[in-house]
């Protein structure tokens, strides 16, 4: 039977060694992501090893997300996944999903308990009361974990993502991430800036900054009580108090993008030239809907201010398709309006119902599944244009890129302005040799060096 987390009943040495092993999947955003990268950091602590095969692991871990109802889809598939893949696992699910529809995943039979997010110690400690009542049950029956079989991200070493954010009081008519993140809150500054010099310690070499509404980000100082940070003081504070060589900054409202935050890619080279800039609709009367916190105009104005402030800047978008009450004219909006930027990426997403959001009582103003479809069809077509480009505009460039990993005989890794790039090159124009979390200077108008689409 599925229990909700409350109380910690964790005794770490009473668990043997050898079945200490989890495995962790996480789906969604980056912020996820980075919970996920603290649930792994804090079970290390106490003696937990993460596998990477699903059947080498007595604990599983599924760090879920629900902003769509294909999220939440996939995060029942892959619990019942594991549960074939590995029957005598020990199933905990976490995350979002968790959060808003933890009646439902309770009542799946492959699920063994339920930890609300926000809280990586009681989840280990959850692991450790488990794998202990597992331990007495096949103390003789399960072999020793395997050595070697430790899996972190293939790029953690090279980059990390660190919360400097959580929450979103923004409450946008289609999202259910407020309800499962709760209110804004933003993490002191020189907290952050201590993760990120531990960060330093391990060889990163770039932290990506995130949160569910950066744009939201307001903390004091601690050690200067009288002054204060917004998202774009909290770059500067990192970028001038560091030595990590570079600095990005993942999902950005267009409300906090002004002159004062662009000049920091100009005055600081640590800061990445790449920003993603959430559009959602090119219609003001959907935005509206929405309850989004920009208009059209606002838009566009933060996003050709980034694009001119340096000249390896470049933009990527999200867009949804179907709101309800979105016309034929509402959604040739958006289409013009992709077909003015030239977009690194635009992730296209399809209105997804979700209970409890303003969207889902417009039941009247539905648009056809068929037609949602059609729609998402044709902003697909636009914005590979958009990204092709985009990528035009950078083939004759020297770009620097982050070395992460090697694949089929070629490197690959990410330029600052976060383009893909794959290369055959021994070393860079900058004489760095290309090698896993190097930083190499590449002509992109090399044979060597070439876009992963």
């Not at 989890?22 to 996920?36: A, E, I, M, P």
């Not at 905990?92 to 339920?114: L, P």
């Not at 330093?200 to 200067?224: F, Q």
């Not at 648009?367 to 244009?385: C, D, F, G, H, Y």
Request: overall charge positive.
């Amino acid at each position: 039977m599925t229990q909700y987390s409350d109380a910690p009943i964790f005794q770490d040495s009473k668990t043997p060694m050898s079945y200490k092993s989890f495995y962790l999947h996480t789906l969604g955003c980056k912020v996820n992501w980075c919970d996920s990268d603290s649930i792994a950091v804090e079970a290390g602590k106490t003696g937990w090893k993460r596998v990477e095969d699903i059947c080498d692991a007595q604990i599983s871990v599924v760090n879920t997300c629900t902003v769509t109802k294909h999220a939440a889809a996939s995060a029942r598939k892959i619990i019942r996944r594991i549960r074939r893949e590995n029957p005598s696992a020990y199933i905990i699910v976490t995350g979002c999903y968790a959060k808003t529809d933890g009646e439902i995943i309770s009542k799946m039979e492959e699920v063994d308990e339920i930890v609300l997010p926000g809280d990586e110690k009681n989840l280990i400690e959850k692991m450790g009361s488990a794998a202990e009542r597992l331990a007495k049950k096949h103390r003789e029956t399960k072999p020793p974990l395997k050595e070697g079989h430790y899996a972190g991200r293939p790029s953690s070493r090279t980059r990390t993502f660190i919360k400097v954010q959580d929450g979103c009081d923004q409450f946008c008519a289609y999202c259910i991430v407020p309800f499962a993140r709760g209110r804004a809150k933003s993490f002191p500054a020189n907290k952050i800036l201590e993760k990120i010099k531990r960060a330093e310690e391990k060889n990163v070499r770039e932290i990506v900054l995130t949160g569910i509404h950066l744009a939201a980000y307001n903390s004091d100082d601690t050690d200067h009580p009288l002054r204060s940070y917004n998202i774009s003081g909290l770059v500067q504070h990192i970028a001038e108090n560091s030595e990590i060589p570079r600095i990005r900054i993942s999902s950005l409202d267009a409300n906090a993008i002004d002159e004062k935050f662009c000049e920091l890619f100009k005055k600081y080279p640590a800061v990445m030239p790449h920003l993603h800039i959430p559009l959602q609709s090119g219609s003001n009367k959907i935005l509206e809907l929405m309850n989004r916190p920009v208009k059209v105009s606002g838009f566009l104005r933060a996003a050709n201010l980034f694009l001119s402030s340096h000249p390896l800047a470049a933009v990527s978008t999200d867009v949804m398709v179907g709101l309800p009450g979105e016309t034929e004219e509402d959604f040739y909006k958006t289409v013009s309006l992709v077909e003015k930027i030239p977009f690194l990426k635009v992730h296209i997403f399809q209105f997804s119902p979700r209970p409890g959001t303003g969207a889902a009582k417009m039941k009247e103003l539905f648009v056809q599944p068929s037609e949602v479809k059609r729609r998402e069809k044709i902003l697909m077509e636009k914005a590979e244009t958009s990204a092709r480009l985009c990528r035009k505009k950078f083939e004759t460039e020297k770009l620097n890129v982050l070395i992460e990993n090697k694949k089929n005989r070629l490197w690959e890794g990410l330029s600052e302005n976060y383009l893909r790039v794959k290369t055959t090159a021994k070393t860079g124009c900058n004489g760095a040799a290309v090698e896993q979390n190097s930083i190499v200077t590449l002509d992109m108008s090399s044979p060597e060096n070439r876009w992963e689409k």
